[in-house]
């Protein structure tokens, strides 16, 4: 799962990944200018309430 936190991001806009915690499964997405632009989060069904998970937008691509 992306969680985008500006209404678009360019490709190659994000050029720098870093993990949120150490050994966590949560990568931010940051622009040049050190900006957050998303969260990605890896195996979201297992983490997140599958009412969420309802009314997210699936997005592919």
Known sequence: ???H????ISSGG???QEPAVEGTTAV???DAQG???GIELF???RRLHPDLLAVAER???
């Open 1 to 3: 799962m992306h969680i």
């Open 5 to 8: 936190l500006v209404d678009r």
């Open 14 to 16: 994000a050029v720098r």
């Open 28 to 30: 931010l997405d940051c």
């Open 35 to 37: 900006r957050l632009l």
């Open 43 to 45: 195996d979201a069904r």
């Open 59 to 61: 997005i592919d691509g």
